[in-house]
């Protein structure tokens, strides 16, 4: 099992920035994706940005060119910057992860979620 702990939500202005961070932790585990979503009040929660274990990245149309992922897998952490924040940015963000691990020679793999962190952008 692996626990995802967020912090760094709250509140800002039209056009300010937050920094979210994820920090992973268990026993023996290696983590292969590790991601951010959002659930805005009364819609789906939604990927906003992917990171995988090699370093690729990826990002929602509507978060491209705004947000940046980052991860550090010495540290099991990830993080999204996110400027230029917009009023339809207002959600409760949720760190994911995809891991794995071989216990005498069987894989286990799972996805573990973090408990969200809400982040209010308004004036």
């Known amino acids: 099992q692996v626990d995802l702990v967020e912090s760094g939500g709250g509140s800002v202005q039209p056009g300010g920035s937050l920094r979210l961070s994820c920090l992973a932790s268990g026993r023996r585990f290696n983590i292969n994706g590790m991601n951010w979503h959002r659930q805005a009040p009364g819609k789906e929660r939604e990927l906003v940005a992917g990171s995988t274990s090699g370093g690729s990245t990826s990002y929602a149309d509507s978060v491209k060119g705004r947000f940046t992922i980052s991860r550090d897998n010495a540290k099991n952490t990830v993080t999204l910057q996110m400027n230029s924040l917009k009023p339809e940015d207002t959600a409760v963000y949720y760190c994911?992860?995809?891991?794995?691990?071989?216990?005498?020679?069987?894989?286990?793999?799972?996805?573990?979620w973090g408990q969200g962190t809400t982040v209010t952008v308004s004036s």
């Open positions: 994911e992860a995809d891991w794995y691990y071989y216990e005498n020679g069987v894989p286990s793999v799972g996805r573990s």
